[in-house]
């Protein structure tokens, strides 16, 4: 069982989402159980394989036992083992979280909603795991179809928004597909390993078909995790899709497509011909920085929760983009660190823009008046990650932010610095205005002595139920013990930048 | 001043009051119990720190480490001499403070008072932990949570300018914390690859070049803007929006001294004062804190609302404190040193004054205080002792701190501050003394109080009148913190 871990983190939720197609139209009961419970034992098989990559190193399992480069290969090191954890865990959380938002947001679909949910992380996981270019471009398809579907399942704005995320995803994907048929057709290979081998034996790392196959697959893999300028589908399909949906969706799929970039960047191009050959880290750091200024600042513009969140995203992925290509070990560990560390941010506050929609029915921030005193624990979940996002010690946002810098300042690229505590400074602002709306009320007593104002309004809003309290809370736990223990991940991912030979190529 | 003891008291000595939350949010319904578990913890804070008072006379260090969270950076407790002196005065105010909490928040019937004496009990946790910190980065920790722990006691009242003043608050200290602290911080991680522990001639000599040094020592000296130095002090008179106590012990002690123990700290421990003294830095800290004293002082004139008037008087108080040690001379970092402690008991029997005042009668301001002396002499007798010692006067304690602070600048012949620090004192005493005149000596038309004596709740005039005594005290006896400084300064300065 054990030597079939890594096909078991996605198998599990491959064949659950078979079994909830066709029995959840009967029995719509089992989809929500079977969805946990296939999640779980994902998770579970992660775990044992992160074991055993930091044991064993790098595992290569062959689907179907065909040899590559010919057969399909799953190739799981340091990095896609960490990242598949993550990824399983935020799934787990978000699955537990839907149990009574499903039904209610998506009109008793709830076989369908759950077996495009299991698809997507059928998807997610593969993409993570996956060792062969085009298998990847599959994923990625599985991947954005089910998110299409479960965006547009949202109320009539939803769907407008997925339409629009249909075009850019498909014409980030075909770039994707055309880059890989021109490695394909210079290299006579799609196993990832292997396309770098070709690539160093054939020594045509000068051809200019290798450039545009670069462009090609780098453009496309931006545009699929909203790098600006190419972020416009991602505001409105994460503000209007089903809470349920931009639960997963939010935390996962940028960063997933993050994970994409590197293992593309490191695995099949080498971080030589990256940083090395093409010297264009100085534009993309840039580029990066205005990503992380044009989403913290339009976080500020907006009045919708989950919006407003939304935008915080295409700021983190600036922080990831540019953290990679500081073209810096330090500034590559902060990266990958903050992969794990804003997944899960990103789903506390995005579970907590959920439960504030379920329990009062309203988007915008004011929804938020006087919550402190009719929700304290899911406050508390809300903090924890706000503060993660502001990067507050000693959460997991602080340590991310805190290998980031290091990155910016040993390269010494400091716009990228200013931009990182500038950004910090504005989710300060954005989260303590949540903060004194929930504290103070939206409409705040003239002088001292009327402290009674929160009675006037409406009391029937209450605790949130344990499916989505649970969740957060757990999130929120996980963000301190991310942060708490930020040594021993960046030990794991230590192992993998150590062989990713960004030292050498530096100036 | 090698040997050292491994000991898990500092770390107790911190979470004690963190703990303490759990009962004092259980017994929320029954207030007396709820105020009888502050007590505890209070005095439970303080036997923890004096019981490690006799091994730092003897010259040693209390250590802890908690665990290695980055890379060759740890989350340690040390407790030395400078950090016992200000862990003494936060732990035993803290028990002051809580007795005359009682009396204020019951006599005024505040609402929310549970979540009130929770969040103190939070920031004496960060507060003891800034003071026992055994390097940058755990300091740099409770830095951040005592910002964030006293954001709801400053807001407290949840009216529309408790808002203002919180924001202001939060802005400034967030900014500078964020923006200024945070990259020196990473900076200087980077450069020595260090664990950035406090050491005596500091750890970054030979890692960075003089210019880099300025600015680092801009970024540290601003950045921890609870120091009040201009100009980002306005989050100071800000934060007067918060209830008195609140005012007294975090906005005259534990806040403010955390921001000036954190700059002595990177003086002493970070940068090294001989370091500093070979690149001829310490001159432009003076000048900038000098600056802060006499504008503080001047505005303070003009504040007829009684707190704010504190307020801005702390601003300048806290100067000295910055002033002193970056004079870079023995006596000035000594004075400097032990005005954390003088200044904290005399500042903090004013805002007792104040909040006082404010219960007994409902005045806020200096001007309707006239012949206030006839109905609270408990109080005023009080704040005419509070004035002496903040003003540097002979019988209260803030003069043995002021005379080492002007013996500094002797010593080193750095006229100008002696001047500066002499300028200062008269207008100390030109913003003071009318409020304690006027209170006593008025005719019975200029009196705006009935002639009969009502003193506030007994437990707020209590808390007054020990502060004040321990003022007068501590001009006779100005131990053990005249030890406790004496010996910082002789490690510190390898003398």
Known sequence: MIEQAPALILLFPFFASIIVALAGIRVPGVSFPLTVISMFASVLSSVAVLVRVMNDGVIRYKLGGWEPPMGIEFRIDALGA?????????????????????????????????????????????????????NLFVLIEVSALTSYALIAMGPRRASLAAYKYVIMGTIGASFYLLGVGY???????????????????????????????????????????????????????????????????????????????IRLTFTVFGADYTFGQLEWSEVVVWMSVAAILVGSISALAQTDLRKMLAYLIIAEVGYMVGGVWLADDIGLIGSIYHIIADAFMTLCVFLFAGIIFAKTGKRDLNALDGLFTKMPLTMVGFLVGAFSLIGIPPTAGFFSKWYLIQGGIASGNWEYVIALLVSSLINAVLFFRIIEIAYFGAKPAEGHGDHHHAESHDSKISEAPLSMLFPLLATAALLLAIG????????????????SNLGAILP | MS??????????????????????????????????????????????????????????????????????????????????LFGLVASFLWIITSLYSIGYMRGLKEHSQTRFFSFFAVSLSATIGVAFAANLFTLYLFYEMLSLATYPLVTHHQDKEARTGGRTYLTY???????????????????????????????????????????????????????????????????????????????????????????????????????????????????????????SSLIALTQDNLKRRLAFSTVG?????????????????????????????????????????????????????????????????????????????????????????????????????????????????????????????CSKEESLFEARTEEAHPCSVAALSVTAVLSVVLFVYPEPFFSLAEYATAYYMSL
């Open chain 1, 82 to 134: 960490l990242v598949a954890t993550a990824v399983s865990a935020v799934g787990l959380l978000a699955a537990i979280y839907s149990k009574r938002q499903v039904p209610a947001e998506t009109g008793d679909r709830v076989s369908q909603y759950y077996t495009l949910y299991l698809l997507l992380m059928t998807g997610l996981l593969g993409m993570v795991i996956t060792g062969d270019a085009f």
């Open chain 1, 183 to 261: 490695l394909y057709i210079k290299t006579g290979s799609l196993n990832m390993v292997d396309i770098h081998e070709q690539l160093i034996a054939r020594g045509i790392f000068d051809s200019t078909a290798i450039l545009v196959a670069f462009i090609l697959i780098t453009v496309g893999v931006w545009i699929k995790m909203a790098f600006f300028p190419l972020h416009a589908w991602l505001p409105n399909s994460y503000a209007y899709a089903p809470t349920t949906s931009s639960a997963v969706l939010g935390p996962l799929v940028t960063k997933v497509m993050i994970y994409v970039m």
């Open chain 1, 484 to 499: 708490l223990y930020n040594k021993d991940i960046v030990a794991i991912i230590a192992e993998f930048v150590s062989l």
């Open chain 2, 3 to 84: 040997s050292s003891v491994t000991s898990f008291t500092p770390v107790l000595a911190s979470i004690v009051s963190l703990l303490a939350v759990l009962p004092i949010v259980l017994l929320g319904r029954s207030p007396n119990a709820r105020e009888g578990a502050t007590f505890v913890a209070a005095f439970i804070k303080f036997g923890l720190v004096v019981s490690m008072l006799p091994a730092i006379l003897d010259g040693k260090t209390v250590e802890y480490t908690i665990w290695e969270i980055v890379p060759n950076l740890e989350i340690a407790f040390r407790v030395d001499s400078v950090g016992m």
């Open chain 2, 173 to 295: 200290l967030l900014t500078t914390s964020i923006g200024f602290v945070l990259p020196a911080l990473i900076f200087v991680y980077i450069k020595t690859g260090s664990s950035m522990d406090f050491v005596s001639g500091g750890f970054l000599q030979g890692f960075v070049g003089p210019t880099e040094t300025l600015i680092l020592l801009l970024l540290f000296t601003f950045g921890f803007a609870k120091a009040g130095l201009m100009p980002f002090h306005s989050w100071l008179p800000g934060a007067m929006v918060a209830p008195t106590p609140v005012s007294a012990l975090l906005h005259a002690v534990a806040v403010v001294k955390v921001g000036v123990f954190c700059i002595i700290r990177m003086f002493t421990g970070v940068f090294g004062i001989d370091f500093l003294k070979g690149l001829d830095l310490g001159e432009v800290i003076t000048w900038i804190a000098a600056f802060t004293i006499l504008a």
């Open chain 2, 317 to 441: 108080q806290l100067s000295y404190i910055i002033l002193g040690v970056a004079l870079l001379t023995p006596q000035g970092v000594t004075g400097s040193m032990m005005h954390i402690g003088m200044h904290a008991f005399g500042k903090i029997t004013l805002f007792f004054c104040a909040g006082a005042i404010f219960q007994a009668t409902g005045k806020k301001y200096i001007s309707e205080m006239v012949g206030i002396g006839k109905r609270m002499p408990i109080t005023m007798i009080a704040f005419f002792i509070g004035s002496m010692s903040v003003i540097g006067l002979p019988f209260a304690g803030g003069f043995w701190s002021k005379f080492y602070l002007l013996w500094g600048t002797v010593s080193d012949g750095q006229h100008a501050m002696l001047v500066v620090l002499l300028i200062s004192s008269f207008l100390n005493a030109a913003y003071f003394f009318p409020i304690c005149f006027k209170a006593f000596f």
